[in-house]
């Protein structure tokens, strides 16, 4: 069974610009989360889909969204960019999103913006 | 609101030797808890889950955790460590409900191997 993939791996962008960041997760999971990993903040919880649903959203800015697919691959978008948004970006899928379900993560993607 | 607190940041520990990485947690409802590793530029692994039951559970790689209610904690043990245990460690929990897909984390404690 293929894992969750997340594309690209690494990103340059420059303040003020946009940026998109997609995730597959892994066949048969309904639920993508997104996660933020800093080394100043850790990880922080970005939002969660189902079913193209956002059931669930962490404290960020609005500049930070998101979205699913009917296929269950998921997106997630920054517009503005800020020199603080540098990080590593997960994304994890579960079958149903359910507290005692198992994330499974992708192995992120490393965004730095100068 | 739930919290997690990883109570060491950093484990030095020479190889063969015990290990215990410490984890308390806060929360007003029952939670689910959990362990992953980070392996440089990798994503996380999940080590073990609690989710009810037998408060002792065992993980992959050797690991294992004891869940204590009234202390809140959840510490992860392994009797005998290896070079390649060498990696990031974190302790994250669910409240159920509402958090749908939501883990709270800790901060991480850097597990260092030592020949």
């Known amino acids: 069974k293929a894992g969750v993939t997340q594309t690209p791996r690494y990103l340059i962008k420059t303040r003020g610009q946009q940026v998109t960041l997609s995730c597959s997760p892994i066949?048969?999971?309904?639920?993508v989360s997104w996660y933020q990993q800093t080394p100043g903040q850790g990880l922080q919880f970005l939002f969660e889909?189902?079913?193209?649903?956002?059931?669930n959203k962490g404290n960020f800015p609005g500049r930070f969204s998101g979205r699913q697919f009917s296929n269950s691959r998921s997106e997630m978008n920054v517009s503005t960019l800020e020199l603080g948004d540098s990080a590593l970006y997960l994304c994890?899928?579960?079958?149903?999103?359910?507290?005692?379900?198992?994330?499974?993560f992708g192995p992120g993607t490393r965004l730095t913006v100068t | 609101a739930q919290s997690v607190t990883q109570l060491d940041s950093q484990v030095p520990v020479f190889e063969e030797a015990p290990v215990e990485l410490r984890c308390n947690y806060s929360?007003?409802?029952?939670?689910?808890l959990f362990w992953y590793v980070q392996y440089p530029n990798q994503g996380l692994q999940l080590l073990l889950k609690?989710?009810?039951?037998?408060?002792l559970v065992k993980g992959i790689n050797g690991f294992e955790a004891e869940f204590n209610k009234s202390q809140t904690s959840f510490h992860l043990r392994k009797p005998s460590v290896h070079i390649s245990d060498t990696a990031e460690y974190f302790c994250?929990?669910?409240?159920?409900?509402?958090?749908?897909?939501?883990?709270?984390f800790g901060q991480g404690t850097i597990l260092t191997v030592h020949p």
């Open positions: 889909y189902f079913s193209e649903t956002q059931r």
């Open positions: 066949s048969g999971h309904r639920s």
């Open positions: 929360s007003s409802v029952s939670v689910y």
């Open positions: 609690y989710l009810s039951g037998s408060t």
């Open positions: 994890a899928s579960s079958y149903s999103g359910r507290a005692s379900d198992e994330q499974y």
């Open positions: 994250a929990v669910n409240a159920g409900g509402t958090s749908y897909g939501k883990l709270t």
